[in-house]
């Protein structure tokens, strides 16, 4: 262990009560950060990554957590540039106050659960200001806020300072976090998923400019996440923790490329980049992404457009419209897999959603078998509605908390007249649970007793019960650990091959989209503004945009 440690975790051990249990959240970890280095901890959820930075800060509820052994030793350096040794397991609560926030800060997952929704952007980075710096006028604070969202690269800060967080995009939110953790100059940085939520662009600026700060600084960062592409580039040391433990911990070349512990090899072989899989061919020969000749198209979309009205005024009339999709031409071949990728806010989803009719077009031709969807009204929709499923991808806000599993998939049935007895309906439920690897019991029980991926895996279930033949998945694996989202994968691979599926993948994911599809469209600004097969988008993309995109993928150089 090296001598000029910042922070020194010694046989941590944190035990969270349970009802009449406790669970070992954090058992017997060790390690230490040196001034000035990334340390990146990874592991899936509920490894217990999250429960040990918030031992470290100790922002844990002090009625259901236990430290029965270990040490946090921390190097505080105090405002006269004095440096004490303290264990923030033993401090009281008044001085752990003092270096929360200042010596060491957090930035969290969500920022917009994080940022107070009725405080302005200035009044809460001048709060920690003044709270660890009485003495600083409302004045100076406001200065050195401005100066913060300056450092942070927020455009137009002297403007900023005085927006609600709702005013914000999702990157600039997630700057204006870091902004809040940077302004008292911590020492310290922990950093809980940060860049999860984000689009690729945006997470290598997030990724930059926490590199540019620490370089600026001299902090040491404490980087939690599940993503390996992010640990290849932020890491100068790996933790890998798995059920609480840190099973394996060294240099990030060695952890990479050298992995010691069988769970260390087993995530990085989940990760979309190295698994394999052989393509069905659904195209002819020939050039390559060119649908049959013979065969008709199961879907395509003709100068498919969706506006959204602007209106403004007593009266409300309307003065201009948000073009969400802009005139989009796309066809879908029996049995394709199409991947529609492109940056938050772009109108990958509304185009979805329009294709399902759950927007209603402004204008084109959404054409399935045949038949224009756009001109059936609601009587003469509901047939095709079987036809056409969606998996979302929050599955446990799609799930209806008060319904047993065997209720979510038996009630569309009923609906659309497959089955004749609720009995039949139930052996069709369990069919569509063994089609997605889940045990038959798994009926009788609710959505939160689930795992996040058997969670997604029951959204695909209730997708399936209805025999559909085109579904469309809006970033069904975004949230999920690369283990899980590998699972989903190659469950969605071998539902295609074996029932002909096809389907329209919406993800930012790149490495997802070159193990799964078969082609690929890029949406910007409601247009497509790159279309063709995996090879010639990924491999040699001709837009600049796509060019922007496929530079910002993170990725892990085995």
């Avoid at 006269?80 to 957090?106: K, P």
């Avoid at 960062?221 to 932020?234: E, P, R």
């Avoid at 070349?253 to 394999?276: G, I, M, S």
């Avoid at 969706?306 to 049995?335: M, N, Q, W």
Wanted: with cysteine; net charge negative.
């Amino acid at each position: 262990m090296p001598d000029d440690f910042l922070l020194r975790v010694e046989n941590l051990q944190t035990h969270l009560r349970s009802g009449e249990g406790m669970v070992r959240a954090v058992d017997d970890v060790s390690f230490t950060i040196a001034r000035g280095e990334t340390f990146c901890l990874v592991g899936e959820s509920g490894s217990g990554k999250s429960v040990c930075a918030l031992s470290i800060i100790q922002l844990l509820p002090a009625d259901i957590t236990r430290h029965p052994g270990g040490r946090i030793l921390f190097q505080h350096r105090h405002n006269d540039g004095e440096v004490e040794q303290v264990d923030m397991l033993t401090l009281d609560e008044e001085r752990r106050r003092e270096i929360r926030g200042a010596r060491i800060a957090m930035i969290f997952q969500e920022p917009m659960t994080s940022l107070n929704p009725v405080m302005t952007i200035g009044e809460q980075i001048t709060e920690a200001l003044q709270l660890h710096w009485p003495e600083m006028s409302d004045e100076q604070a406001r200065t050195r806020a401005i100066e913060a969202l300056r450092e942070v690269q927020i455009p137009e800060p002297e403007q900023r300072v005085d927006e609600y967080p709702h005013r914000l995009s999702g990157g600039q939110r997630q700057r204006v976090m870091i902004a809040m953790a940077m302004a008292c100059e911590p020492d310290l940085l922990i950093a809980d998923e940060p860049t999860t939520a984000l689009d690729v662009t945006v997470q290598a600026e997030i990724l930059r400019l926490m590199k540019a700060l620490q370089a600026r600084t001299g902090m040491s960062i404490l980087f939690i996440t599940h993503d390996f592409g992010v640990v290849s580039q932020m890491a100068d040391h790996v933790g890998v923790m798995r059920l609480g433990k840190l099973v394996e911990c060294g240099p990030l070349e060695q952890v990479l490329h050298q992995p010691r512990h069988e769970y260390t090899r087993q995530l990085l072989d989940a990760l979309p980049e190295n698994l394999r899989r052989e393509r069905v061919a659904v195209h002819a020969a020939g050039e390559e992404g060119a649908p049959r000749q013979a065969d008709t198209p199961l879907l395509s979309l003709r100068g498919l457009k969706v506006h959204f009205p602007v209106r403004k005024g007593v009266l409300r009339h309307t003065v201009d419209h948000i073009r969400a999709v802009d005139g989009i031409d796309l066809e879908i071949a029996r049995g394709e897999i199409l991947s529609l990728v492109g940056e938050s806010g772009c109108g990958k989803t509304t185009l979805g959603r329009a294709i399902l009719r759950l927007e209603q077009p402004t204008a084109g031709e959404v054409c399935f078998e045949g038949t224009d969807l756009t001109r059936l009204d609601d009587r003469a929709m509901r047939p095709w509605r079987s036809k056409l499923q969606v998996i979302f991808q929050d599955p446990m806000s799609s799930l209806n908390p008060r319904l047993t599993i065997a209720t979510t998939l038996t009630e569309p049935m009923k609906v659309h007249g497959i089955g004749e007895s609720t009995e039949e309906r139930l052996a069709l439920a369990v069919q569509a649970l063994e089609n997605v690897e889940l045990e038959a019991e798994y009926l009788w029980r609710y959505p939160h007793e689930f795992s996040g991926g058997q969670r997604q895996r029951i959204g695909i279930a209730r997708a399936l019960a209805l025999n559909p033949r085109f579904i469309v998945c809006d970033e069904v694996t975004s949230a999920l650990d690369v283990s899980v989202q590998a699972g989903i994968l190659k469950l969605l691979l071998r539902l295609r091959d074996t029932r002909g599926l096809a389907l329209l993948f919406i993800t930012h994911n790149i490495a997802v989209v070159e193990y799964l599809s078969d082609r690929v469209a890029v949406m910007k600004e409601g247009r497509i503004v790159e279309y063709g097969s995996v090879d010639a988008v990924c491999g040699d993309p001709q837009e600049a945009y796509t060019r922007t995109l496929m530079a910002a993928v993170p990725r892990v150089s085995l």
